[in-house]
């Protein structure tokens, strides 16, 4: 596993991360704040919005009640991915490695978050659904990933990410790990556009047009 960026890469995303980092920073205030996060319609839409979000109603409230739980947890008592993981699982009885990634990350922006742009970019990929150990190699996967990160971070390239991503956005207080987050988020390749639709003649109509001379024929 490792992260696959170059420094043409990462000066070509930093001008695109400005939006996702706003919108990051304003959760990120908001939950080092003192609002009850699972009593926060505003708050929930921007979170929803941002990580994308897309579960039912009582999904939703059993996520938020745990992340608001959490970020008022001292660090050494906080629980871990793996944790997390399990007590989602235990709750809304589906494994969510993105989401519970997500809220652990959002608790301590050390961690990385775990999505298919990221896994994409390390060359990983989660279980598969029917392996019996599912739940417990998703949190080896995430360890891998932070070491991953890590790694990174410490060599040239992702000190010249760090610089570089300060010198854009100067008053931006977020961790290196978020940073380098951000950037791979956008190195992600665009999905190629539809090809519009062209719609024919019927042949009647066609025929028509050739009887009013439409078309000439030249000898």
């Not at 010249?160 to 956008?186: C, G, H």
């Amino acid at each position: 596993m490792k992260v696959n960026l170059t420094r043409q890469q990462i000066l070509a995303a930093l001008p695109k991360v400005a939006e996702g980092l706003g919108k990051y920073l304003c959760i990120q205030a908001v939950v080092q704040g003192g609002t009850d996060l699972k009593q926060d319609p505003v708050f929930q839409k921007k979170y929803n919005g941002f990580y994308r979000v897309r579960r039912n109603e009582k999904w939703r409230k059993e996520y938020f009640k745990l992340l608001d739980h959490e970020r008022q947890q001292k660090k050494s008592v906080r629980r871990s991915f793996l944790e997390v993981l399990e007590k989602i699982e235990s709750q809304t009885k589906k494994v969510e490695a993105s989401f519970a990634s997500k809220l652990v990350a959002t608790v301590d922006p050390l961690q990385p978050v775990i999505d298919s742009v990221v896994l994409a970019n390390v060359g990983a990929r989660l279980p598969q659904r029917n392996k019996p150990e599912r739940v417990q190699m998703i949190g080896a996967l995430h360890k891998q990933l932070a070491e991953c990160y890590r790694a990174y971070l410490l060599s040239e390239n992702g000190k010249f990410l760090v610089t570089s991503f300060k010198n854009r956005y100067p008053k931006a207080k977020i961790s290196e790990v978020k940073m380098l987050d951000l950037v791979i988020w956008q190195t992600r390749k665009a999905k190629p556009a539809a090809s519009p639709k062209v719609r024919l003649p019927n042949k009647p109509t066609f025929q028509r047009h050739l009887e009013k001379g439409g078309s000439k024929n030249t000898q």
